[in-house]
T-cell receptor
Framework: GAGVSQTPSNKVTEKGKYVELRCDPI?????LYWYRQSLGQGPEFLIY????????DSGLPNDRFFAVRPEGSVSTLKIQRTERGDSAVYLC??????????????FGPGTRLTVT | GENVEQHPSTLSVQEGDSAVIKCTYS??????FPWYKQELGKRPQLIID?????GEKKDQRIAVTLNKTAKHFSLHITETQPEDSAVYFC?????????????FGQGTILTVHP
């Protein structure tokens, strides 16, 4: 079946602008995660959704970052007043989670965000 | 919170040799340990995982071992091939109620020379 998809694949924006990054998880996966990966580093956790609710947003770096998942499927990561330090690859992952209890995560291809 | 250390940062082997990558974790509550392979510009791909109720798991040329007492786990690749060249990441999570926020290691760049 289809894997996790993310759009856009690349986004270039100017400092101070607002951006939205979209994630389509694997159909039926109830858990959705956002990570950020800087060059040469492992992915870093940002936020976790179980269904529609953000169950853990402890990884969001500050209040410029926000994410939603209104219908429990597609999720959007929103970044306000972008800064050059926000440049990274933003990865989305989904997991079967409930009711199977399986928590293996499958990643999307990522969105490469460049803030100029 | 959890901290995962991974080494070596780079590993170069000849085709056909074995490769071993090691990780340590800090949180004794962690109970799920996946390994991901990431090729340049691609998504991380889950290649094998192990849960804390198992000491070893094998899938063809890839195996993972876990020592809960010492809080370390390792990836073993036998009969390496040039297509095994990639960055490998270990990770740890606590999946108590199907929730598994992953904490990743820093990655190992594996190069397999033909």
């Amino acid at each position: 079946g289809a894997g996790v998809s993310q759009t856009p694949s690349n986004k270039v924006t100017e400092k101070g602008k607002y951006v939205e990054l979209r994630c389509d998880p694997i159909s039926g996966h109830t858990a959705l995660y956002w990570y950020r990966q800087s060059l040469g580093q492992g992915p870093e956790f940002l936020i976790y959704f179980q269904g529609t609710g953000a169950a853990d947003d402890s990884g969001l770096p500050n209040d410029r970052f926000f994410a939603v998942r209104p219908e429990g499927s597609v999720s959007t990561l929103k970044i306000q007043r972008t800064e050059r330090g926000d440049s990274a690859v933003y990865l989305c992952a989904s997991s079967p989670s409930w009711p199977s209890g399986r928590n293996e995560q499958y990643f999307g291809p990522g969105t490469r965000l460049t803030v100029t | 919170g959890e901290n995962v250390e991974q080494h070596p940062s780079t590993l170069s082997v000849q085709e056909g040799d074995s490769a071993v990558i090691k990780c340590t974790y800090s949180d004794s509550a962690s109970n799920y340990f996946p390994w991901y392979k990431q090729e340049l510009g691609k998504r991380p791909q889950l290649i094998i995982d192990i849960r804390s109720n198992v000491g070893e798991k094998k899938d063809q040329r890839i195996a993972v071992t876990l020592n809960k007492t010492a809080k370390h786990f390792s990836l073993h690749i036998t009969e390496t091939q040039p297509e095994d060249s990639a960055v490998y990441f270990c990770a740890a999570s606590y999946g108590g109620t199907s929730y598994g926020k992953l904490t990743f290691g820093q990655g190992t760049i594996l190069t397999v020379h033909p």
